[in-house]
């Protein structure tokens, strides 16, 4: 099975920063794209930031450039999100999500596994 495990999700006031984790099991799991997409109580889901794999190229959503940052660790198999200058309307689940094949990185349905998410709040 083929699993996603994140973590470092937490409560924050604004204009802190966190940094959340997404761990692919088993190693040998692989992906096209990797990304963070994020769900707000009351919102649909909006993508975040997303990488490539291979090439490494990031991508990000308007909202978070500049602030935000994915990152890679291809030895641990994981996939990182810097969160800097964090701000009310950050507070989500965040889900980071890996997807097989190519195709639009902002698109939820590119991707065909996510994590469970880790809930982020920042407080005003």
């Known amino acids: 099975q083929v699993q996603l495990a994140e973590s470092g999700g937490g409560l924050v006031q604004t204009g802190g920063s966190l940094r959340l984790s997404c761990t692919a099991s088993p190693r040998t799991f692989g992906s096209y794209f990797r990304g963070w997409f994020r769900q707000a109580p009351g919102k649909e889901r909006e993508f975040v930031a997303a990488?490539?794999?291979?090439?490494?190229?990031?991508y990000y959503a308007d909202s978070v450039k500049g602030r935000f940052t994915i990152s890679r660790d291809n030895a641990k198999n994981t996939v990182y999100l810097q969160m800097n200058s964090l701000k009310p309307e950050d507070t989500a689940v965040y889900y980071c999500?890996?997807?097989?094949?190519?195709?639009?990185?902002?698109?939820?349905?590119?991707?065909?596994?996510w994590g469970q998410g880790t809930r982020v709040t920042v407080s005003s």
């Open positions: 990488i490539n794999w291979s090439g490494g190229s990031t």
């Open positions: 999500a890996f997807g097989t094949r190519g195709g639009r990185y902002y698109d939820g349905p590119t991707y065909d596994y």
